[in-house]
């Protein structure tokens, strides 16, 4: 199984990014999928979450009304929207599904699930 994160970039404050997850080997509608971010020296955060069999979505606070997840099981392809990006979007973003991924009161995950190798989001004045 591989995620392949993509779609970051340097943007403007204000501005939008679309990230995408493409995966192979693995159905991206098959777990629920994920999308996290990490800035060095701190702890990674679960941002936004669709579940596999409802395709309901969960966000994190920071991001809600900004942020938008999405699938195309077609592409096998899992989105997130960004939009009215702040200088505190700045992180290095990850997919991940798995077995083990569950979306909710906040996104859990375990060793078992699967990831991206991640996408660089920067965001600035």
């Known amino acids: 199984v591989q995620l392949q994160a993509s779609g970051g970039g340097l943007v403007q404050i204000g501005g939008s990014l679309r990230l995408s997850c493409a995966a192979s080997?693995?159905?991206?509608?098959?777990?629920?999928v994920g999308w996290f971010r990490q800035v060095p020296g701190k702890e990674r955060e679960g941002v936004s979450c669709?579940?596999?069999?409802?395709?309901?979505?969960y966000s994190a606070g920071s991001v809600k009304g900004r942020f938008t997840i999405s699938r195309d099981n077609y592409k096998n392809t899992v989105y997130l929207q960004m939009n009215s990006l702040k200088p505190e979007d700045t992180a290095v973003y990850y997919c991940?599904?798995?077995?083990?991924?569950?979306?909710?009161?906040?996104?859990?995950?375990?060793?078992?699930?699967?990831w991206g190798q991640g996408t660089l989001v920067t965001v600035s004045s």
């Open positions: 669709i579940d596999s069999k409802s395709d309901s979505t």
């Open positions: 991940a599904t798995g077995p083990s991924l569950s979306c909710g009161f906040g996104i859990r995950t375990t060793s078992r699930d699967y």
């Open positions: 080997g693995l159905a991206l509608d098959s777990y629920a």
